[in-house]
């Protein structure tokens, strides 16, 4: 089992920034892809970015130029550096880790195990 634990979501207004961080814990073998995705009130849970254990990134075409994903291995967490915030970027963001998949590390959500409770990202204009 892996438990992921998301901080660093707040208020902020529109051009802002905020960094959210996702912390894993448990069987850390599992997280070789981890991922940040993101949900509105009233919309479907879409993909942000994500990263796998050697640092390949991906990145939803919304978000390319603005957010940046990393991750410490060493530490077992995963980042997500949000720069120029938009209004459309208001939503609940998750993290979730999955373990190697001949699949690789992709935004499809039914390829992620492990799923954390979420923080709030809010931004004003």
């Known amino acids: 089992q892996v438990q992921l634990v998301e901080s660093g979501g707040g208020s902020v207004q529109a051009g802002g920034s905020l960094r959210l961080s996702c912390a894993a814990s448990?069987?850390?073998?599992?997280?070789?892809?981890m991922g940040w995705f993101r949900q509105a009130p009233g919309k479907e849970r879409e993909g942000v970015a994500n990263s796998d254990s050697f640092g390949r990134t991906k990145y939803a075409d919304s978000v390319k130029g603005r957010f940046t994903v990393s991750k410490d291995n060493a530490k077992n967490t995963l980042y997500l550096q949000m720069n120029s915030l938009k209004p459309e970027d208001t939503a609940m963001y998750y993290c979730?880790?999955?373990?190697?998949?001949?699949?690789?590390?992709?935004?499809?959500?039914?390829?992620?195990?492990?799923w954390g409770q979420g923080t709030q990202v809010t931004v004003s204009s």
């Open positions: 448990g069987n850390t073998g599992s997280t070789y892809c």
């Open positions: 979730a880790a999955h373990p190697p998949r001949g699949s690789g590390c992709n935004l499809a959500m039914r390829e992620f195990n492990y």
